[in-house]
């Protein structure tokens, strides 16, 4: 399937019969990180979305494959498990659901086996300690009353727990103070060298703190250019006027 | 019975989606409910003993005796079986929770139980047994300036019916709050009454349901504003599956002249399969003017954007509607104030989850 981590090849979706995806192409290797960016409407998120399994979204062409494998033909917890991570840009509450016992429960479906208390506690202190997190999280109900820069952070500190092979991180930075920023560009920063990453943004900030290998810029549900870091600088300074297609 | 008192009809509001009849005990030789109270902490002081038939409010005093109101039919039947109510006098700050046992065994078991709270406690009743009927009425006075915490838990018998009345009076500066976790028997029948009879008083109530089968569960709620500047909240959450049933009531009352009364009260319905129903009925009687009191029902099934999400962290669709489940559940204690009244209430429930899984 081309020897990518993650091969997305003439994608077409739609969404309550609107099409959003008109042939999408993207390649993301192991180890790579990669950025898209592009308006609003573009359907950004609702790659992410696709890839993840999101049921609202219909694939009426093309084709996805994860690690070799036909991504569309599994199950939303079955790409979980086979380590495709999403980091939601609007994470849905639960409340009543204690972050703790969402984490453990997380952690033992996605490794196939309950984590060891003692390890557990230990590896969980050391990602809140990246993230600059209190323990008093554990006890918050999930995303519940969260301020937006919590949600991301929790977000992130999942994605440590987690280690995915491929990570979907769509619009983590919106809402991000500095300090915040940081914390979660290290969180990004330190996931394994042999994790893909595929970063949605609008800004150049975090890109600055995450070095992308590739960028591409998506307009009208394609990829429509792709360069190096100095595309999304480029796009900082002049927006996307140069890019779009001429009437 | 002793005395004659009249079905009330299907019109009366109280008995509308519960009959009394579907709730009458049998004919049958009651017995009593066994009240086994945990040992407590040698430097507070619990002691459950007899209580008097004056500490309840239907007292039963000869053949003449005629209900004040047709909805006090349970009560007065409760009152007409019991011969030996009971009561737990609490004194002194209470950190630990004060565990009471209630065993309802026998075709008929029926017990009356009063607590009066003269300092700060946390009382955990443990409903169990076999019983086929079950009815259960509890009283209780908090003092002024004094907090008490009910947590009712039950593992009634799949097929026991339960009749329960409360009926509690909160003082001066008071706090009452009361988590029920509402989980056994298979037709339920709950009227809880609540005064606020002094200023500075506070009512919190959480209850959670969980309907299956053809699992029946009525809850009616009054919560009686006496006097101004009280405060009550009441979350009632209700998860319905297979072909259960849930009505819950929530009636708020505010007196002439109780001004500065805060009330509210929420009813929220998950429906987990098509043939569950859950009716949320909030009223208010608002007779004061400067008050604020707001209330709400709701009914959805498991929203499709937390399946989604939960999902997404590795749980497949039966672990991730659980875990909403309970939850939801959980979530209907979150107005009370009292961590070990809520942590046993949640300890109850995970219980509760994990059997109904495993069956």
Known sequence: MGGGLLDVKGLHATVEETEILRGLDLQIKAGEVHAIMGLNGAGKSTLASVIMGHPAYAITAGSIHYDGEDLTEMEVHERARAGLFMSFQYPSSIPGVQVGTFLRKSVAAVRGEAPKAREFRKELQAAMEVLGMDRSFLGRYVNDGFSGGEKKRLEILQMLLLQPKMALLDETDSGLDIDALKAVAEGINSLSEESGVLLITHYNRLLELVVPDVVHVMIDGRIVQSGGPELAQRLEADGYEWLMPVA | ?359
């Open chain 2, 1 to 359: 019975m002793t005395t004659a008192v009249e079905d009330p009809s299907s019109a009366v509001h109280l008995w509308r989606s519960t009959p009394w009849s579907w709730m009458r005990p049998e004919e049958a030789e009651p017995t009593s409910i066994r009240m086994t109270l945990h040992p407590v902490d040698a430097s507070v002081e619990a002691t459950l003993g007899a209580g008097s038939p004056d500490l309840f409010p239907v007292v039963i005093d000869g053949p003449e005796t005629t209900l004040p109101d047709v909805d006090d039919i349970a009560r007065h039947t409760l009152a007409d079986l019991d011969g030996a109510p009971m009561r737990l006098d609490l004194k002194g700050d209470h950190d630990a929770v004060v565990n009471v046992d209630l065993r309802a065994a026998g075709h008929v078991a029926v017990g009356r139980l009063h607590i009066a709270c003269n300092g700060r406690a946390v009382v955990h009743l443990h409903l169990s047994g076999d019983a086929g009927w079950c009815g259960l009425h509890l009283t209780g006075q908090v003092a002024n300036g004094c907090s008490l915490s009910v947590v009712v838990t039950d593992e009634l018998h799949l097929e026991s019916r339960v009749l329960r009345c409360d009926d509690w009076r909160i003082g001066r500066d008071a706090t009452f709050e009361t988590g029920t976790l509402s989980v056994g028997g298979f037709r339920r029948k709950s009227d809880l009454r609540h005064h606020l009879d002094a200023t500075g008083g506070s009512v919190r109530i959480g209850l959670a349901v969980h309907g299956q089968g053809t699992r029946h569960d009525d809850h009616h709620v009054e919560i009686h504003h006496h006097k101004g500047h009280t405060t009550s909240e009441l979350v009632a959450n209700v998860a319905c599956a297979g072909r259960s049933r849930s009505v819950g009531t929530g009636r708020l009352v505010i007196d002439v002249g109780a001004d500065g009364t805060d009330a509210g009260q929420v009813f929220r319905n998950l429906l987990l399969s098509q043939g569950a129903r859950a009716d949320a009925i909030p009223e208010l009687e608002v007779l004061a003017d400067d008050v604020s009191a707001a209330h709400g029902a709701a009914s959805a099934s498991i929203d499709s954007g937390q399946l989604h999400y939960l999902m997404s962290r590795g749980l497949d669709h039966d672990e991730a509607s659980s875990m909403i489940v309970e939850g939801f559940l959980a979530d209907a204690f979150r107005p009370l104030a009292a961590s070990e009244a809520r942590r046993t209430l949640r300890d109850r429930l995970t219980v509760h989850l994990d059997c109904a899984r495993i069956t």
